[in-house]
């Protein structure tokens, strides 16, 4: 029963498969002989934020990690395997973190909202939540305080890329490897330049800082120390 529920999607699969091979008959050969991307996109699991379809991108065109709320945490050895494959091996030239407004992880964070085993990664939103607390607290209703908290999450793992060792390593090598922080409107299919994009360790402290004075962050939470 399940398999045959299943089934248009197989016959979706075969569609465009054709779709392609009728635009370019040697685009699957082409494609499985190589990966060459050079993007990195790590962004949010929610099934409405297609990252390669946002920027009308091909298969083999973008490297991909994606999890609940767009996160990138030091002790996540699935994503740091992600990102050691994507900057040492693949050599790509921009990591692009992607976050959404009205992101489901984020609100449930926001709200404290408890569903179980995702509570516990769900945490590293609340640190975010704690650390700004004063600026978060100036929205005036919970949907503005839940835009600013997404935004925020997006620089937060921006931040948290750049402190990484592999983007250090990347950097004190001369690779160019430059980090962007994005955001997508699912109410409208754009995307929006956060406006953090970092190439070097001291464009990193700058960017902390700038946000420590837009946020009213203490220096202490901001000083950016590598882990």
């Given at each position: 029963m399940t398999s045959r529920k299943l089934d248009d999607l197989l016959a979706r699969n075969r569609t465009w498969a054709a779709s392609i091979k009728a635009e370019d008959p040697e685009f699957f050969t082409k494609l499985s002989s190589q990966q060459t991307p050079r993007y990195l996109w790590i962004g949010c699991s929610d099934s409405r934020v297609p990252c390669t379809q946002l920027v009308d991108l091909l298969p083999g065109d973008m490297f991909v990690h994606r999890n609940v709320a767009n996160m990138v945490i030091h002790t996540d050895f699935n994503c740091l395997s992600?990102?050691?494959?994507?900057?040492?091996?693949?050599?790509?030239?921009?990591i692009?973190?992607?976050g959404h407004?009205?992101?489901?992880?984020?609100?449930?964070?926001l709200r404290n909202m408890h569903f179980g085993l995702i509570d516990n990664w769900l945490r590293h939103i609340h640190d975010i939540i704690n650390a700004y607390d004063i600026y978060l607290t100036g929205f005036e209703d919970e949907n503005s305080r839940l835009q600013a908290l997404c935004e925020l999450n997006v620089l937060q793992q921006v931040f948290n890329v750049c402190q990484n060792s592999l983007v250090h390593q990347a950097w004190a090598k001369g690779q160019q490897l430059t980090v962007h922080g994005w955001i997508y409107g699912v109410e409208d299919g754009l995307l929006r330049d956060l406006e953090v994009t970092l190439s070097s360790v001291q464009e990193l402290a700058d960017a902390r800082r700038r946000l420590a004075e837009k946020t009213g962050l203490r220096a202490l939470d901001c000083r950016g120390d590598s882990p």
């Open positions: 992600v990102m050691q494959y994507a900057i040492e091996v693949l050599k790509v030239e921009h692009i973190i992607c407004y009205g992101c489901g992880g984020i609100l449930a964070a």
